[in-house]
């Protein structure tokens, strides 16, 4: 039977992690056995455990503190999470991301031969401009994908902790780079597929020509399907909050980040399996 472990990073979010709780508590009843749930507390003055002990009716979790202050440390308790799983299967979300128990079955229910898949999320729930056509979003920090294949990229970079932004998209970047050794800009020019085996020169002005819009993205099943991607229309992933959290972001300086770290797999796309580790405790 398949099993899925549900990794969730946790700073200070109180509200936010009630709430979940009690969605679980209510609607996963029937996915007790199959699903396990870990929370990486990132170093927060609210801790999740002494919450999760007061609100959450099943044992199916984990709670681990991250013992060591990293800033934005969101990619840690990814990378974190996604090792301490005991599942072949990941998925990770934003403490603010429900998958409601129809999107759950879909996922338990899809059928797959390799070790190597992964699967970006689409809400269909919110709309792009019509006028380029562009009538779903990704669902920004959302990824299931087979644990093998996130330990072959190195997980998350840890040149992109302690800010904020971009490693959902370097992640996707990496992940079509490992399978196809193609790397795809996606603009609203239209899309731009580039075969590394054929780049014989460093890819000159790079952020001009092929950086990616982020906010563009199409949606072809058979394109995707191919390079390991499932996209997802008819259970769309569920954003609860109604405002941002209080954590401090630095966008700008991840957006540099992610430019000189796309662009060096792109001049020599080779991988490491080293993962980047905080220092942490197990609480429950």
Request: charged share 25%; proline share 3%; net charge neutral.
């Amino acid at each position: 039977m398949k099993k899925i472990t549900i990794v969730y990073s946790y700073f200070n979010q109180k509200e936010w992690l009630e709430r979940l709780l009690k969605y679980w508590n209510n609607y996963y009843k029937d996915y007790i056995d199959l699903i396990d749930i870990i929370i990486v507390d990132d170093y927060s003055t609210i801790p999740a455990s002494p919450i999760v002990k007061a609100n959450y009716k099943f044992d199916n979790i984990r709670v681990v503190n991250i013992t060591q202050e990293l800033g934005f440390g969101s990619i840690a308790a990814r990378n974190l999470g996604t090792v301490l799983a005991t599942t072949n299967n990941v998925l990770l979300l934003d403490i603010d991301n429900v998958i409601t128990p129809y999107l759950l079955q879909e996922m338990l229910d899809w059928n797959y031969t390799e070790d190597t898949f992964y699967y970006r999320f689409f809400n269909s729930a919110h709309k792009l401009s019509l006028r380029f056509n562009l009538q779903f979003r990704k669902s920004s920090h959302t990824l299931y994908i087979n644990k093998n294949l996130f330990f072959s990229i190195g997980g998350y970079p840890e040149d992109l902790i302690g800010g904020y932004g971009y490693e959902d998209h370097l992640i996707f970047d990496f992940l079509e780079i490992k399978l196809t050794n193609k790397y795809t800009s996606r603009k609203y020019s239209g899309n731009k597929v580039i075969d590394l085996k054929t780049v014989t020169h460093p890819l000159n002005r790079f952020r001009d020509n092929f950086i990616s819009d982020m906010r563009v993205f199409d949606i072809y099943d058979d394109e995707y399907t191919s390079r390991g991607f499932k996209i997802i229309n008819k259970n769309p992933v569920f954003l609860f909050n109604n405002g941002k959290s209080d954590t401090k972001r630095d966008s700008k300086r991840n957006y540099d980040v992610y430019i000189k770290l796309l662009q060096e797999k792109l001049i020599d796309p080779v991988f490491t399996t080293d993962i980047f580790l905080p220092e942490y405790e197990m609480a429950i």
